[in-house]
C-alpha cells in the first residue's frame, strides 16, 4: 500500500515545481567554451582585423548585420585584441596578422561544426581577407559534433600571417563558441561580459610589443 502510493507523491511534487524565471534561465544557459592551436606561439602575431559585420546563420536563411548589439560585440573583441597588445589595421590597406570572424548560428539542431567555411550558409570565405584561392584548416581533430542552441556565437581567429607557407590554407588558431548568446532577450552587458570571459579563458592569446 504504502509503496503505491509513494510514485504518486513524487508526481505530486513535480507537477507543482514552479519553472525558473527567464533571466535565471537566460543566465543559467549562457556557456563560454573556448579551443586554441597548442602549438601557436600567439607572440609572433602583432596586427589583426575583424569583419565589419556578424554573420547570422539560421536553418532557412543567412544575413550579416550590424546592430547595437553586433556593434558592441565585434567592439568588445577589437577591445580584448589591443588589451593584449595587438594592433588593430585595415585589411584592405595592410597585412593583418591575424583575421577575426563572428557569427551567430541560430539553430536547435544537432551540428557537424567545421569552422571557416559555410558553404551552404554565406559564412565568410577566404577571399574576404584577400585569399583567394585558399581554404581553411581546423587543427583540431575531431571536428565538434554539437547541438547548437538559438543563439550561439562563434568567434574564429585565423592564422593569416604563415598562409603563405601552409599551403594556401589558413590556420584556425582559436575559436570561441559562447552558447545562449544574442537570443534577443540578452543584454549589452551579457554579451561585453562573456566576450571578456572567452579571452579570460585564453591567456595564450598574447604579442610582446
Known amino acids: 500500500m504504502n509503496m503505491l502510493s509513494w510514485p504518486a507523491a513524487i508526481v505530486f511534487m513535480v507537477s507543482c515545481a514552479t519553472y525558473p524565471a527567464m533571466d535565471t534561465r537566460l543566465e543559467e544557459d549562457l556557456v563560454d567554451i573556448t579551443k586554441y592551436d597548442v602549438g601557436t606561439d600567439f607572440t609572433q602575431f602583432k596586427t ?3 569583419v565589419d559585420s556578424v554573420s547570422v546563420i539560421s536553418d532557412k536563411d543567412s544575413l550579416k548585420i550590424l546592430d547595437a548589439q553586433a556593434g558592441a560585440l565585434l567592439n568588445q ?3 580584448n585584441m589591443q588589451a593584449r597588445g595587438y594592433a588593430k589595421v585595415n585589411r584592405k590597406t595592410s597585412k593583418p596578422h591575424l583575421g577575426i570572424n563572428v ?3 541560430k539553430t536547435t539542431n ?5 569552422p571557416g567555411w559555410y558553404w551552404d550558409y554565406g559564412y565568410y570565405d577566404p577571399s574576404y581577407w584577400g585569399y583567394y584561392g585558399y581554404n581553411y ?9 554539437s ?9 574564429e581567429m585565423l592564422d593569416l600571417k604563415n598562409a603563405p607557407a601552409h599551403d594556401n590554407k589558413l590556420y584556425v588558431v582559436w575559436v570561441a563558441a559562447i552558447r545562449g548568446l544574442m537570443t534577443g ?3 549589452t552587458q551579457d554579451i561585453l561580459g562573456n566576450v571578456d570571459q572567452c579571452f579570460a579563458q585564453t591567456p595564450q592569446i598574447w604579442t610582446n610589443q
Open 48 to 50: 589583426f582585423s575583424i
Open 77 to 79: 573583441i577589437t577591445v
Open 103 to 105: 557569427g551567430v548560428v
Open 110 to 114: 544537432v551540428s557537424y561544426y567545421y
Open 137 to 145: 584548416y581546423y587543427p583540431y581533430y575531431p571536428p565538434t559534433v
Open 147 to 155: 547541438s547548437y542552441s538559438i543563439g550561439t556565437v562563434i568567434i
Open 185 to 187: 532577450y540578452h543584454t
